[in-house]
């Protein structure tokens, strides 16, 4: 199948902080909120920018939208000219993992390093599974069946429990979301398949998985370790697919080091 793409679109993105550039990109139906506590983390020695991808978040969507990998690439580089960025370290959660992945692989000169969390090569039965059970329990049994159906498969028991406030807001919020966005997103991520081109992968390489990700098996964090040369890996225990949110802290740490250890590799003094 041919990708294809519609106009071009400005992103709304939140800029912080100076230093080695870090692109956050989110998954389907969410926005740049998630990096919320993670962009507070970064912002003091980095300079992070925390998009909202077309048709999430505050950025527009255009009725001609295809939500084509190649689409979401283009508004990226204009993105990253716009910001007069050469490079950026791209960090990607989820479906923003796949965006990341591909993006490094069609535009490695953009790159500095890549973050995949949450995150594999290619999309497997099992996440295509996931995917369609929302969609029928959105249909058949309505949107609050649907919140907690997200919220039973995006994030560990224990973290829900201990967050109920949250879990509220997560029902409340899908009651007036629009899902078509992030349903055209899921439809070009069901046939996403990079396993081929992953070893060519040169730039720096992390690997973040969570350990009882229900959405994404945790098999896929050690299949891009195994198939990206050089490739770091962090397995969090007791966390669900939503790392971001579960473990920001973790989460700030891991891309913390790992960029600051790419930078001394390519040579750039660490600012003091």
Avoid: C
């Amino acid at each position: 199948m041919v990708e294809t793409a519609s106009e071009p679109i400005e992103l709304q993105v939140l800029d912080e902080g100076r230093g080695p550039a870090i692109l956050l990109l989110h998954g389907a139906g969410l926005s740049r909120s998630v990096w919320n506590d993670v962009v507070a983390g970064l912002a003091p020695g980095f300079r992070v920018l925390a998009v909202d991808l077309r048709g999430h978040g505050r950025s527009s969507n255009p009725p001609s939208s295809t939500f084509s990998f190649l689409e979401l690439e283009g508004d990226l580089l204009r993105l990253l000219d716009a910001k007069q960025l050469d490079r950026a370290y791209v960090v990607g959660h989820s479906g923003g993992a796949l965006l990341a992945l591909r993006f490094t692989l069609d535009h490695p000169e953009r790159v500095s390093g890549l973050v995949m969390i949450s995150g594999a090569a290619y999309t497997d039965s099992h996440t295509r599974s996931i995917t369609q059970r929302w969609t029928d329990t959105y249909q058949h049994e309505g949107p609050d069946a649907f919140g907690l159906r997200l919220l039973k498969d995006l994030y560990y028991p224990d973290w829900i429990e201990a967050h109920l406030d949250f879990a509220d807001r997560v029902r409340a919020a899908v009651q007036r979301q629009d899902l078509a966005p992030a349903t055209r997103w899921s439809d070009a991520m069901a046939k996403f398949d990079e396993k081929a081109r992953v070893p060519s992968i040169r730039v720096p390489t992390l690997i973040v998985q969570a350990m009882d990700d229900q959405v994404v098996d945790a098999s896929h964090g050690r299949i891009l370790r195994q198939s990206i040369p050089g490739a770091q890996i962090r397995i969090l225990p007791q966390t669900g697919h939503m790392v971001p949110l579960e473990r920001p802290k973790e989460t700030v740490e891991a891309i913390a080091i790992f960029v600051r250890a790419a930078e001394e590799q390519r040579g750039v003094p660490r600012a003091r």
